[in-house]
């Protein structure tokens, strides 16, 4: 995907988002794919939800010093201190806890009771925007995220779709076609320090703090250095 071919939308586009629900698969998706998005939106006065789905408790799953609960509530603290950053409260993050790297997808038998709920949270919170990740995000849990929305009653919000492992693990065929959707840049270079420290909140997966589990996932230097541009990228289905 060529970026520098992309439209390049103004900062202030995004007072005609309203009140919008960012959609987490996992603590850090939020401020990697939206934090300037987020910071915008708090800049312009609009109302901000985050939905975080998964418990994320897989990311070092051999911890001693940090069993499932203990790293469970640690990402998730780490979650509302980037949403500090970022200016959205704390009574406006929302945690489903499914267990990470098994949120429900369209053939999971917890699929149509989690739609259920989510449809529930959509008639309450009346988001007039929804941003998830790509559907073909190359995760599982991203994937997954994208079908719940896509199957929820979301009272005619506009959806769209924010990339995360695209570049870094995305194969033939899993980049957006023409055909399905539309591609644009939104300008973020005003508040792209507070988006940076908003990621700087996840040291779980940004730094070295979980020691005692060779196997823990962290963030690569390459991978982070993808999010920090003066632009995210967001596609408008067709």
């Not at 591609?183 to 005692?212: C, M, W, Y």
Request: proline content about 7%.
């Amino acid at each position: 995907m060529n970026l520098d071919t992309i439209p390049l939308a103004p900062e202030q586009c995004v007072t005609g988002f309203g009140t919008t629900l960012i959609v987490a698969p996992h603590a850090d998706d939020e401020s990697l794919g939206c934090g300037g998005l987020i910071s915008l939106l708090r800049k312009y006065g609009q109302t901000v939800y985050i939905l975080l789905l998964s418990d994320g408790t897989l990311s070092h799953p051999n911890s001693k010093e940090y069993p499932a609960d203990k790293l469970r509530d640690l990402r998730e603290k780490e979650l509302l201190d980037a949403a500090g950053i970022l200016q959205v409260p704390a009574e406006n993050i929302i945690f489903c806890r499914y267990t990470d790297r098994n949120v429900p997808s369209a053939h999971h038998e917890e699929f149509e009771g989690a739609v259920k709920n989510i449809s529930k949270m959509m008639g309450m919170l009346q988001p007039q925007s929804i941003f998830v990740p790509w559907r073909r995000d190359p995760h599982p849990d991203h994937q997954a995220a994208f079908q719940l929305m896509n199957a929820a009653e979301t009272s005619n919000a506009k959806i769209y779709e924010y990339p995360i492992w695209l570049n870094e693990l995305g194969q033939d065929g899993d980049e957006p076609s023409s055909e399905e959707s539309m591609p644009f840049r939104l300008n973020i270079t005003s508040v792209l320090d507070q988006k940076q420290e908003a990621i700087s909140q996840h040291r779980s997966q940004t730094t070295g703090l979980i020691s005692d589990d060779p196997e823990g996932f962290q963030l690569s230097q390459e991978m982070l250095s993808q999010f920090n541009v003066p632009y995210e990228t967001f596609f408008i289905s067709k």
